[in-house]
Antibody, heavy 117, light 111 residues
Framework: EVQLVESGGGLVQPGGSLRLSCAAS????????MTWVRQAPGKGLEWVAN????????YYVDSLKGRFTISRDNAKNSLFLQINSLRAEDTAVYYC???????????WGQGTLVTVS | QSALTQPASVSGSPGQSIAISCIGT??????????VSWYQQHPGKAPKLIVY???TRPSGVSTRFSGSKSGNTAYLTISGLQAEDEADYYC??????????FGTGTKVTVL
């Protein structure tokens, strides 16, 4: 069974930093692109970034470039999202997903809540 | 990378069919023939993939869900509406900048 478990969220002050993690199991992690998607309270889904199987390519939504960094460790079946210079508008649930070109979110984690206040 | 446009809400009675539109541009929905997906999200839960490649359902997803596309607009049709279909639905498309963009979301209400 595919499992994606996010962690690292919490309450952080504006201007602070946070590193989110996603532990993957039940599939060959190193064979999949991986993605972060976020959802502000009461709002819709927003695609944030994705990373190629071997980490050699990364793409970001334009509005977040420079503050967000996606990375992965295939030896540990883990995905990461480093967020710097946090703003109130970054408050959201952050989801980790496995990805292929046909679907940004093949499988989803339960999400981790980041609150900037 | 503007969000794809979906109606805010759609409603129907049990047993009816409803359709949700997802309007994009030639840079996303209209550009990549098959790279449109749809997601169902119940309150307080993570989204779930219900359609990918415009028309393909993952294993275990009800055949009552079907997808289609015409030009810059994709559609999700739910036939034989059931109470359990009450949820938020989001479309998503690959774009010509190698990123993805989600739709604004549609709340489906079963009357």
């Amino acid at each position: 069974e595919v499992q994606l478990v996010e962690s690292g969220g919490g309450l952080v002050q504006p201007g602070g930093s946070l590193r989110l993690s996603c532990a993957a199991s039940g599939f060959t992690f190193s064979s999949y692109w991986m993605t972060w998607v976020r959802q502000a309270p009461g709002k819709g889904l927003e695609w944030v970034a994705n990373i190629k199987e071997d980490g050699s390519e990364r793409y970001y939504v334009d509005s977040l470039k420079g503050r967000f960094t996606i990375s992965r460790d295939n030896a540990k079946n883990s995905l990461f999202l480093q967020i710097n210079s946090l703003r109130a508008e970054d408050t959201a649930v952050y989801y980790c997903t496995s990805t292929n070109v046909a679907a940004a979110g093949l499988h989803w984690g339960q999400g981790t809540l980041v609150t900037v206040s | 990378q503007s969000a794809l446009t979906q109606p805010a809400s759609v409603s129907g009675s049990p047993g009816q069919s409803i359709a949700i539109s997802c309007i994009g541009t030639s840079s996303d929905v209209g550009n990549y023939y098959k790279y449109v997906s749809w997601y169902q999200q119940h309150p307080g839960k993570a989204p779930k993939l219900i359609v990918y490649d415009v028309t393909t359902r993952p294993s275990g997803v009800s055949t009552r869900f079907s997808g289609s596309k015409s030009g810059n607009t994709a559609y999700l049709t739910i036939s034989g509406l059931q109470a359990e279909d009450e949820a938020d639905y989001y479309c998503c498309s690959y774009t010509n900048t190698d990123t993805y963009v989600f739709g604004t979301g549609t709340k489906v209400t079963v009357l």
